[in-house]
């Protein structure tokens, strides 16, 4: 079983719908969460992190995490043509290397 | 707003040569990091390093790659003979003292192409 695992996609939606992503991970060490975006040949952007399970809430982007099913889920609101990209989740024992997904790539049309 | 400047943004070079990557981490970071991305695979962890040394590897990490901090603003990799697997784009990232590693910041990359 992969640490990580994060459907690919690509997921299309049309302007203004609600977007879920979502991984699924095995390592119980697991303790940080995070979401990055990453456009066509640029670096991972921090979006959101979190620690607890529960929900996080910044602007459009909601984060979830439920740690004793080893799920989290990244919800955006009124997505935006320029919400386009890929979507990584990663997670981190803390101080360790960080895991990354595989990444979803979302395209919103206008 | 700080940001983690990499060049060069492209190189290309023989299988064989050695190629150094090269890296500006935000200033006040003390945590230096580098990953890889092979095209329509996974972001992958290849070394951190703190202080002077090496805190972490992976086991991609090998005897042809190494890292330093030649000044008080690079940070570098080095790949002594490189294989045409060894093509990918390399992230370098950083982070505060005071931040565990959920708060990586990374650059835009280097894509290598190794022909």
């Known amino acids: ?110 | 707003e700080p940001e983690v400047t990499q060049t060069p943004s492209h190189q290309v070079t023989q299988m064989g040569q050695e190629v150094i990557l090269r890296c500006v981490p935000i200033s006040n970071h003390l945590y230096f990091y580098w990953y890889r991305q092979i095209l329509g695979q996974k972001v992958e962890f290849l070394v951190s390093f703190y202080n002077n040394e090496i805190s972490e590897k992976s086991e991609i990490f090998d005897d042809q790659f190494s890292v330093e901090r030649p000044d008080g603003s690079n940070f570098t990799l080095k790949i002594r003979s490189t294989k045409l697997e060894d093509s990918a784009m390399y992230f370098c990232a950083s982070r505060n003292q005071q931040d565990r590693q959920e708060k990586l910041f990374f650059g835009s990359g280097t894509q290598l192409s190794v022909l």
């Open chain 1, 1 to 110: 079983q992969k640490e990580v695992e994060q459907d690919p996609g690509p997921l299309s939606v049309p302007e203004g719908a609600i977007v879920s992503l979502n991984c699924t991970y095995s390592n119980s060490a697991f303790q940080y969460f995070m979401w990055y975006r990453q456009y066509s040949r640029k670096g991972p952007e921090l979006l959101m992190y979190t620690y607890s399970s529960g929900n996080k809430e910044d602007g459009r982007f909601t984060a979830q995490v439920d740690k004793s099913s080893k799920y989290i889920s990244l919800f955006i609101r009124d997505s935006q043509p320029s919400d386009s990209a890929t979507y990584l989740c990663a997670m981190t024992g803390g101080y360790q290397k960080v895991t990354f997904g595989t990444g979803t790539k979302l395209q919103v049309i206008p």
